[in-house]
T-cell receptor, first 110, second 113 residues
Framework: KNEVEQSPQNLTAQEGEFITINCSYSVGISALHWLQQHPGGGIVSLFMLSSGKKKHGRLIATINIQEKHSSLHITASHPRDSAVYICAVNSGGSNYKLTFGKGTLLTVNP | DAGITQSPRHKVTETGTPVTLRCHQTENHRYMYWYRQDPGHGLRLIHYSYGVKDTDKGEVSDGYSVSRSKTEDFLLTLESATSSQTSVYFC????????????FGEGSRLTVL
């Protein structure tokens, strides 16, 4: 079973700061997902990537397959970015073999 | 947003009673999943479905059963609820299963007293 570690577990930032959340995993994967969950809310898929880098608005996700590591960056952070960010890795070639990290709680203060 | 709804959104029940959670999708996606989310744990897969009447167990399937009689509906049943099944349950769907993007429902909070 793939072990997924996210860091930090908790992160507090001031509005406007550049944010980085990290995800490391132990076994080779076919894809990695970044998800966002607002307090008491549902879960939204932000990115799915298997190599390189993807960008959507102020969010950027990168993955280094050789180092078994991915990062989620948020530029010009805003209080509405406050949420739990979850990394999930697909190491079995199918979504029912996803392993989820425990999440990073991000709080952005105005 | 993907058309996926869960019901009920909140439920309080007593130990030993049966409970059914419903996941309904309007996307015609083949694959559907039930997860539970608990503090200190990542999302954990309970059961999944890869087509009508085709289901299989996930990593935490004990005490749960599922049914899928139509493409759009995936039911999760707790035959006899226990306090350890107090959790938030999420349904998810995906078009493909290889590396398909996942779309999640809003979650169903179940409390078993």
């Amino acid at each position: 079973k793939n072990e997924v570690e996210q860091s930090p577990q908790n992160l507090t930032a001031q509005e406007g700061e550049f944010i980085t959340i990290n995800c490391s995993y132990s076994v080779g994967i076919s894809a990695l997902h970044w998800l966002q969950q607002h307090p008491g809310g549902g879960i939204v898929s932000l990115f799915m990537l298997s190599s390189g880098k993807k960008k959507h608005g102020r969010l950027i996700a990168t993955i280094n397959i050789q180092e078994k590591h991915s990062s989620l960056h948020i530029t010009a952070s805003h209080p509405r970015d406050s949420a739990v960010y979850i990394c999930a890795v697909n190491s079995g070639g199918s979504n029912y073999k996803l392993t989820f990290g425990k999440g990073t709680l991000l709080t952005v203060n105005p | 947003d993907a058309g996926i709804t869960q019901s009920p959104r909140h439920k309080v029940t007593e130990t030993g009673t049966p409970v059914t959670l419903r996941c309904h999708q309007t996307e015609n996606h083949r694959y559907m999943y039930w997860y539970r989310q608990d503090p200190g744990h990542g999302l954990r897969l309970i059961h999944y479905s890869y087509g009508v009447k085709d289901t299989d167990k996930g990593e935490v399937s004990d005490g749960y059963s599922v049914s899928r009689s139509k493409t759009e509906d995936f039911l999760l049943t707790l035959e006899s609820a226990t306090s350890s099944q107090t959790s938030v349950y999420f349904c998810a769907i995906s078009e493909g299963t290889g590396t398909g993007e996942l779309f999640f429902g809003e979650g169903s909070r179940l409390t078993v007293l």
